[in-house]
């Protein structure tokens, strides 16, 4: 079981490959964040973080890496195309783990907007992005050192002050190859004081090889800073996702996150939001939609470190056949973080008796004048309101969908976006139909 | 007039612990460490049998392969275990008689404490066994109670005299290889008491072991084990306190309880052992295992603890519900104050069908104290319609402390429901004030608000116990705000 082991040999023997078209400031935590990583290995099973996640079996295949960036001969317009009517995104596309430069957006950026290859930029920007780049990850777990470790590209999107983006940024990540793959990619969002931006996060695979994607994100929000922040993962049942998001909010800023899983093999998702500045405002959320074999584990740990800040968290879990799940959600107000407000929800509806489902919604307080509340259900559609449909000539099973569809809603109707909001709509009710689940513009549904 | 009341509640604050007194007692101790050989002399001065012997050791042989686990939120000074006497017997022997008399100073500190010894003396309707230090000092009621055919002894006379029922369930519900605590009690455990409710009888009174920890540098390690065979019902009781010392002492106690079809089982605990001074000095670290084995159908245990003494409280009154309609409950009301520690809880395993629990759950931390609620709730594969709901609530008096909830969840049934609700808060300022109007003082306030709110628990308590928590929550609250 000692994965890390051949991780470390492969670091160790093509270090110089892996160094060479990088830029320096990936290079510098590089360095750092390999010293962590041969001290930690991966993840073990009795780590508590993992205790339901066997996260170290991931690194058992044999994965490809693309450490010599040899260049892919994939266009995205031929993988991908978004059929989702009514949106007028700009498309930036991440294929395996590399920012595609090819892409076609006419529309120019606002000024001072920096938007593109995270190892270009780094290596032109050095001073501006020093200071936020690792400085969240840096202290994070084995897999975030492991991502730092063997990154070399990703996107990054920096917005200075003042400047709002109305279009929605729509970041497509595609996994892409005729091998068994592995991708390591890396976003760095950072908005500047009073800064706007949507952002979409299409989580899309193209193949049927086997697949882990290690990401990790860093958000920066300056005071009065706003982001909306919409994940969606259909990828296949072969594809490992661990994802890593950090965010640190200052005062006044918002950040509103929505993340649903709809097809996926095995993911983990970690958010932590670091609430650092009075007034700070987060909600977070998640839906999952999990059947077969699917394991989804959603991660979340929100700090207040200031007083008079608001957290929100909504998780709700469909599960189905054979899928496990795992929601952990803590909530830890630092001493002095007066007059919190914070509610965690998780709700969750298991449908088969071989689905499995692990909640810990845990509070660590430190501060006396706070409202702070969680609540956590785990069971079954509503006989009472079956009934009742079914007095009214509403058969079993579209009763049965009708209450999972309201169910899933409540998730769906915090994302802001219309177009994406309907689509998403129309995705759950495809699935719990049992209906293809997929954009039809990806290669495997056409 | 402020201050004046402010004057009263600093003395009544100063002299909060008022069991802290040490009797002059005349103590057997064995020296202190542990090895194979100290494990075989307290088997010997017990005069226990021989498989009894080789389940100790057996305990000791896997305790030796453990390491103290770390993963509570406690924040635990390093234990030294060969620093600790494992045997402190305060009864002398009478060599001519072979009797074993009572000390008058034990009485005197057991009627000091409350508990008198004498049938006679007996206020209310409850049968005590009383241990202090490593053994059962007595046990009263005991022939009215054995017409009925019930057994109430001490563990070292059950194992002499009905060796066969305790070898049947010792270890049946809490293994040894349990965890570290289990272990280590299994090894050295001196006495506790054994409770056996025949078939189809009701225990006419309340049952009670009350632990008195009198001797320095020991620990405590008893063990009780109730059994309650079919159509039974029994209420126990437990209580303890020990005096004020510097040093930390260590009770590591270990609770099997067996529940048969349709018995019933209540089990009650106030616990107040020595939390330690205001520096955060010395106390009890009350590492206890505790757990029922639900195995009829129909069956029902239910948990009440009041939790206020202890410098480091660790424990989980579990139920396991393997029988189909079996019921677990847990109410719990944990008060920390000053350097306190609490990591508590309960774990619900749900086996059969149609089982139920119920968690409520209050804390309450003061000072610098930190107090966290763990807590497991597990259905598994085959618990059709299992059902629990969970509340755990925590009010925090004070900017210093901390106040913390892990739930667990995990569900392999889709026939379940399960609930979790948890919140935190302070003394709402609305409350004080309509207090204050009515010219309560604002201390007074306090304890009125906290019992209020512990109150779901406390009604779950025995009268006389209920009446005495009531008094330890105000008493341990004192000094606690202003």
């Known amino acids: 079981m000692n994965h890390e082991k051949e991780y470390i040999e492969i670091f160790d023997r093509h270090r110089q490959l892996i160094e060479e078209p990088c830029a320096r400031l990936l290079n510098i935590e590089r360095e750092k964040a390999f010293i962590k990583f041969k001290a930690l290995g991966f993840p073990k099973s009795n780590d508590e973080q993992y205790r339901h996640s066997n996260v170290a079996k991931l690194f058992a295949t044999d994965f490809g890496m693309n450490l010599g960036r040899i260049n892919i001969n994939a266009s995205p317009a031929e993988l991908f195309t978004c059929d989702v009517p009514n949106l007028n995104t700009r498309q930036e596309f991440l294929i395996n783990d590399s920012y595609y430069k090819g892409g076609n957006n006419k529309k120019e950026l606002p000024e001072g907007v920096l938007l593109g290859s995270l190892n270009d930029f780094a290596e032109s920007s050095h001073e501006l992005l020093a200071p936020y780049y690792n400085r969240l990850a840096g202290n994070g777990d084995s897999i975030a050192q492991f991502n730092t470790s063997f990154v070399q590209d990703g996107l990054l999107l920096y917005i200075p002050r003042g400047v709002e983006i109305e279009e929605t940024i729509q970041i497509v990540t595609m996994l892409h190859s005729g091998i068994d793959m592995m991708s390591n990619r890396r976003l760095l969002i950072i908005l500047g004081e009073n800064a706007k931006a949507n952002i979409l996060i299409c989580d899309h695979s193209s193949n049927n090889n086997k697949s882990l994607s290690t990401q990790v994100s860093e958000i920066f929000l300056a005071d009065g800073a706003q982001l909306n922040l919409y994940e969606i993962e259909e990828t296949d049942n072969n594809n490992a996702r661990l994802a890593q998001l950090y965010v640190r909010q200052n005062s006044n800023s918002r950040f509103n996150h929505c993340n649903v899983t709809l097809t996926n093999g095995f993911t983990r998702n970690l958010t932590e939001v670091v609430l650092d500045g009075e007034g700070a405002e987060t909600d977070i959320s998640g839906l999952v939609i999990n059947d077969k074999q699917q394991h989804t584990d959603n991660r979340t740990l929100v700090e207040h470190r200031t007083p008079r800040c608001n957290s929100n968290e909504l998780y709700k879990y469909i599960l189905d056949e054979n899928s496990t799940a795992v929601f952990a959600g803590k909530m830890l107000i630092r001493p002095g973080a007066q007059q919190t407000n914070s509610q965690q929800t998780n709700r969750n509806l298991c449908l088969t008796s071989c689905a499995r489902m692990y909640a810990q919604p845990q509070l660590e307080i430190y501060a006396d004048d706070v409202k702070c509340s969680h609540g956590s259900t785990v069971g079954q559609l509503d006989e009472n309101a079956l009934f009742y449909m079914q007095q009214r000539g509403i058969p079993i099973e579209e009763a049965r969908h009708l209450l999972m569809f309201a169910f899933a809603g409540e998730v769906i109707d915090k994302i802001a976006i219309d177009a994406i909001r309907d689509r998403l709509h129309m995705l759950v009710e495809k699935r719990f139909r049992g209906e293809l689940n997929r954009c039809k513009g990806c290669t495997l549904c056409k | ?482």
């Open chain 2, 1 to 482: 007039m402020k201050k004046n009341s402010n004057n009263i509640f600093r003395k009544i604050a100063d002299k909060a612990y008022e069991y802290g007194f040490v009797s002059n007692i005349k103590t057997d101790i064995i020296d202190r460490g542990l090895n194979e050989s100290v494990i075989r002399l307290i088997s010997q001065k017990k005069n226990e049998p021989e498989w009894m012997l080789e389940f100790r050791l057996q305990a000791y042989k896997y305790w030796e392969t453990l390491e103290m686990p770390t993963w509570p939120h406690l924040n635990i000074p390093p234990i030294d275990y060969q620093a600790i006497s494992y045997y402190a017997d305060p009864l002398k022997k009478n060599k001519e008689k072979q009797n074993r008399e009572i000390d008058p100073e034990l009485m005197k500190t057991f009627d000091k404490l409350g508990i008198p010894l004498e049938e006679r003396l007996a206020l209310s309707n409850t049968a005590v066994d009383a241990v202090m230090d490593s053994v059962s000092v007595k046990t009263t009621f005991k022939e009215e109670l054995k017409e009925k055919g019930i057994i109430f002894c001490s563990m070292s006379e059950a194992i002499q005299e009905y060796p066969d029922l305790v070898r049947k369930y010792i270890g049946s519900v809490v293994n040894y290889r349990d965890n570290f605590f289990a272990a280590l009690n299994s090894a050295v455990f001196s006495d506790g008491s054994f409770v056996y409710i025949p078939k189809g009888v009701r225990c006419p009174m309340e049952l009670s072991t009350y632990f008195r920890i009198n001797a320095a540098n020991t620990g405590q390690f008893e063990r009780t084990l109730i059994v309650a065979d079919d159509n039974s019902y029994v209420s126990y009781l437990e209580g303890c306190t020990a005096p004020m010392r510097d040093e930390n002492q260590l009770h590591a106690a270990i609770v099997e309880i067996v529940v048969c079809d349709n018995a019933e089982v209540k089990y009650s605990t106030v616990q107040n052992w020595y939390p330690g001074d205001a520096q955060g000095r010395g106390g009890v670290y009350n590492f206890v295992t505790k757990r029922g084995d639900c195995r009829g159908i129909n069956s029902k245990l239910s948990w009440t603890q009041v939790e206020t003494g202890s410098a480091i409280t660790w424990k989980y009154p579990g139920c396991i519900l393997r029988g189909d309609n079996s019921q677990g409950e847990f109410y719990s009301v944990a008060l920390t104050n000053n350097f306190q520690q609490a990591d508590t809880g309960t774990k619900m395993i749900h086996l059969g069908r149609n089982t139920r629990s119920t968690i409520i759950s209050k804390g309450i931390s003061a000072g610098k104290s930190r107090n966290s609620y763990r807590g497991l709730v597990r259905v598994s594969k085959d618990a059709v319609n299992a059902r629990n709901y969970s509340q755990c609530d925590s009010l925090l008096l004070g900017d210093k402390c901390g106040a913390h909830t892990f739930p667990y969840m995990d569900i392999h049934n889709d026939s379940a429901i399960i609930e979790h609700e948890a919140t935190t808060s302070k003394i709402s300022e609305d409350q004080l004030f309509y207090c204050s109007q009515r010219g309560i003082a604002t201390e007074e306030a306090i304890g009125l608000i906290v019992n209020g709110y512990a109150k779901e628990v406390l009604n779950k308590l025995p009268m006389e116990f209920a009446i005495e928590a009531q008094k330890l929550l105000s008493v341990s609250l004192e000094g606690s705000v202003g």
